[in-house]
């Protein structure tokens, strides 16, 4: 009769794969390691924005104010707005809704002029025609998040201000296109409050200050898969017992 037990297995170490499962475990634990020292920078960069939107507004901060903290400062201003100079913000959404940001000179009560995403409008909405009672005419104060100007990334395309049309916010040459003197920019912007124009648009409160923080489901993906290949490392050597002479 044949014997139709399972053979015997016995652990035997198998150096070249035992070398190349030890450099992919350190691997994926460095990796691991990684996304969860990025979860720790993200959750405090994500409660320092919050912290600075939510916090009482101050009185918009001179140029030469340090701007390391600045970006999402709560701040307010007294000016007038120049609303024969405004600049759009194109491919912004809302509610799934396309249309643009409006971005207006504001002339500030010290003689510096200050660039204001006012919010958005749809793509109807562009002629201000079409928006008349949000021109707000004559000394206003406005309240907003303070934001830094920001290198263009590889997903935005070039700006195209012979169109007046701007993908991203690019504060020398937005000045340059409406005639302010560098010397007179303030060398950041605002995006305003969610208080309600006149006629409803453009509908401010656009500013963003949550974050994709999904850096714990990476950390856990790469540990399962540390976990994994000593798993497979562990069955690779676990070999059947070789038939005895």
Request: charge should be negative; hydrophobic fraction near 45%; aromatic fraction near 10%.
């Amino acid at each position: 009769m044949t014997d139709s037990s399972s053979p015997t297995r016995v652990f035997r170490l198998q150096p070249g794969a035992t070398v190349a499962a030890a450099i992919g475990v350190l691997l994926l634990i460095g990796l691991g390691v990684w996304q969860l020292d990025r979860l720790a920078w993200k959750t405090g960069l994500i409660a320092e924005r919050q912290a600075q939107s939510q916090a009482a507004a101050i009185p918009l901060p001179p140029s030469d104010a340090d701007a390391a903290t600045l970006n999402f400062r709560h701040a307010k201003a007294t000016g007038r707005f120049d609303n024969g100079q405004e600049l759009f913000l194109a491919a912004r959404s809302l509610n799934g809704n396309p249309g643009y940001h409006v971005v207006t000179p504001f002339h500030l009560d010290d003689g510096r002029v200050l660039l204001v995403d006012r919010g958005w409008i749809p793509i109807e909405r562009k002629d201000p025609g079409e928006r008349a009672e949000g021109q707000i005419e004559g000394p206003t104060g406005i309240d907003g998040l303070i934001r830094l100007p920001r290198a263009q990334n590889w997903l935005e395309p070039d700006n195209e201000p012979q169109n007046g049309i701007w993908f991203w916010v690019d504060l020398p040459a937005m000045g340059a296109e409406i005639g302010v003197p560098p010397e007179r920019l303030v060398p950041f912007f605002l995006e305003a409050g969610p208080a309600a124009n006149p006629g409803g648009f453009p509908i401010g409160g656009q500013s963003r200050t949550e974050l994709p923080n999904d850096h714990l489901q990476y950390a856990i993906t790469w540990f399962a898969l540390a976990l994994g290949l000593i798993g497979v490392w562990f069955f690779f050597c676990w070999r059947p017992e070789p038939p005895k002479a």
